[in-house]
């Protein structure tokens, strides 16, 4: 079963700062990674897929990269809504995700 | 435009059934994945289950032996129902599309519902 372990577990930041949380798999997944944003109270939202391929509607600060064990998830200038939880995903296994709070 | 609507959610005694709801639109559920995703109060994501277009389905260990997925294609609907609920069963559950991948395999999560609470008590 692969593992992916998610760093760092919680990050504190101000609006307009750039932010990369990482992802690490116990074997290689290939580039078959996506990744979550999950606001209190609300349902995870797709953001990427196949390690950097934005979703429907996602803003261009967001960018995924990686392939094999390590991938990140970058967002280039942070804005007030981008604070949640992300988490990454491999087929039936979820990270335990990254919280992103304002600082 | 995709929508899942979760329902059946509620407080439920330890050793009880109780059966979720998805009803989907804008899809058809018998030509994708169907998953289950569960999150424990301030907990992350659990993959539970999944139905294949195929109708083969899979479970995660925590879960088999007592919960089923299944889906009624005339209604466009999935389900899953549980039985010898748990404390640890204790989460909002979020039905969830997967989308294979180019290559056929293996998939990720475009759609998610809102979830449906279930709270098992002792």
């Known amino acids: 079963e692969i593992v992916l372990t998610q760093s760092p577990a919680t990050l504190s930041l101000s609006p307009g700062e750039r932010v990369t949380l990482s992802c690490r798999a116990s074997?290689?997944?290939?580039?078959?990674l996506a990744w979550y944003q999950q606001k209190p109270g609300q349902a995870p939202r797709l953001l990427i897929y196949?390690?950097?391929n934005r979703a429907t509607g996602i803003p261009a600060r967001f960018s995924g990269s990686g392939s094999g064990t390590d991938f990140t998830l970058t967002i280039s200038s942070l804005e007030p809504e981008d604070f949640a939880v992300f988490y990454c995903?491999?087929?039936?296994?979820f990270g335990q995700g990254t919280k992103l709070e304002i600082k | 435009e995709v929508q899942l609507v979760e329902s059946g959610g509620g407080l439920v005694q330890s050793g009880g059934s109780l059966r979720l709801s998805c009803a989907a639109s804008?899809?058809?559920?018998?030509?994708?994945?169907m998953s289950w995703v569960r999150q424990a109060p301030g907990k992350g994501l659990e993959w539970v289950l999944v139905?294949?277009?195929?109708?083969?389905?899979y479970y995660a260990d925590s879960v088999k032996g007592r919960f089923t997925i299944s889906r009624d294609n005339s209604k466009n609907t999935l389900y899953l129902q549980m039985n010898s609920l748990r404390g640890e069963d204790t989460a909002m559950y979020y039905c969830?599309?997967?989308?294979?991948?180019?290559?056929?395999?293996?998939?990720?999560?475009?759609?998610w519902g809102q979830g449906t609470l279930v709270t098992v008590s002792s």
């Open positions: 969830a599309r997967g989308r294979p991948y180019s290559s056929g395999w293996p998939y990720y999560f475009d759609y």
């Open positions: 804008g899809f058809t559920v018998s030509s994708d994945y």
């Open positions: 139905i294949y277009s195929g109708g083969s389905t």
């Open positions: 074997q290689s997944v290939s580039s078959y």
């Open positions: 196949d390690a950097s």
């Open positions: 995903q491999h087929l039936y296994t």
